[in-house]
């Protein structure tokens, strides 16, 4: 059985409402060692993000989890907002 291998990368922010968040202002390696705010995005191999997190020092503010039907349509998203009750939103098929 072969591992998914996922892409992490960090973002300075994110745009729009719709769901999954569309993060921006990609930072590389060096941008990273002075920051203290920023946004963790997770992408799977086929360049979809399945998790998206916002950091603030350290800890994780909130985080979004995704997954998506064999079309590649949004089908759940799972918004954690640190209060031990994540929100689970299904988007039918």
Not at 41 to 48: L, V
Not at 53 to 63: A, L, S
Request: hydrophobic residues 30%; negative net charge.
């Amino acid at each position: 059985m072969s591992a998914l291998i996922e892409d992490c990368r960090h973002f300075t922010s994110y745009s729009g409402i719709k769901l999954p968040l569309k993060l921006v202002g990609e930072l590389d390696e060096a941008d990273m060692r002075n920051r203290n705010t920023y946004f963790r995005g997770t992408y799977d191999p086929a360049g979809q993000l399945v998790c998206c997190e916002k950091i603030v020092y350290g800890e994780t503010e909130f985080r979004h989890r995704y997954s998506y039907h064999p079309d590649g349509r949004l089908a759940q998203a799972e918004i954690d907002d640190g209060s031990g009750e994540p929100q689970i939103i299904d988007y039918p098929a």
